[in-house]
């Protein structure tokens, strides 16, 4: 479809958007995910003005509920390659591209942390165990440790760099839950693990994020 007779109408992330107007949609609105496409239902009788601003508003809805990734069947960043790659999109999307890692990687031996940063090698590691989250967690984890290249504490200017990302309250309760889980014996145990300057630890260890 074309949008405002130019081009084709993308998300954020580049995935494909189509409005359908329905003559029997008088009053609500409503978004979801289709084979990889957002859809935009809108009532037929909307002007085209109302279309670009209610398009807008739906995709901005569809993005904080960390929808997207899941629904549209995607494959998550399993290789180093493919993680290095997302982290520059999210650090282009929220962070402005300011962060620019000289290396991101999945490691299996970071048992007491979701992921940790050497802001002085500009590298970053997570942790395996992330994989199976929700993508929304993982990208909160990423873009973390990439705001640790930024700013090396959990200060104001840190917290302050993650107000952008939309699931950063949500990641962080759901990252305390799987450690509330973890310390009563309902998931598997953790073993030691090396800090690394601006490492983000399991939040049972991470006073100075339980803010």
């Known amino acids: 479809m074309t949008y405002g007779g130019?081009?084709?109408l993308t998300t954020?992330?580049?995935a494909p958007v189509e409005v359908r107007r329905s003559s029997r949609r008088t009053r609500t609105v409503a978004a979801f995910w289709e084979d990889g496409t957002a859809v935009v239902a809108i009532p037929a009788r909307f002007?085209?003005?109302?279309?670009?601003?209610?398009?807008?508003?739906m995709l901005a809805k569809l993005q904080r509920q960390g929808e997207r990734r899941s629904a549209a069947g995607r494959k998550r960043p399993a290789s180093d390659a493919a993680l290095?790659?997302?982290?520059?999109?999210?650090?282009a999307q929220y962070l402005g591209g300011r962060a620019t890692p000289a290396s991101v990687r999945w490691v299996s031996n970071q048992n007491s942390r979701w992921g940790s940063a050497t802001p002085a090698e500009?590298?970053?590691r997570l942790s395996d165990k992330l994989k199976p989250m929700p993508q929304w967690v993982i990208d909160y984890v990423l873009l973390h440790e990439l705001a640790h290249l930024l700013v090396a504490g959990h200060n104001a200017a840190f917290w302050k760099l993650l107000e952008a990302y939309p699931e950063t309250q949500r990641a962080k309760a759901f990252l305390e839950g799987v450690s509330f889980a973890s310390a009563r014996g309902l998931a598997t145990g953790r073993?030691?693990?090396?800090d690394k300057a601006g490492a983000l630890p399991e939040p049972e260890g991470w006073p100075?994020?339980?803010?």
């Open 12 to 14: 954020a992330d580049g």
């Open 84 to 91: 290095a790659a997302h982290a520059a999109h999210l650090s």
């Open 6 to 8: 130019s081009a084709a």
């Open 191 to 194: 073993g030691a693990g090396n």
């Open 208 to 211: 100075e994020d339980a803010d």
């Open 47 to 57: 002007t085209p003005a109302q279309e670009i601003e209610w398009v807008r508003r």
């Open 122 to 124: 500009g590298t970053i």
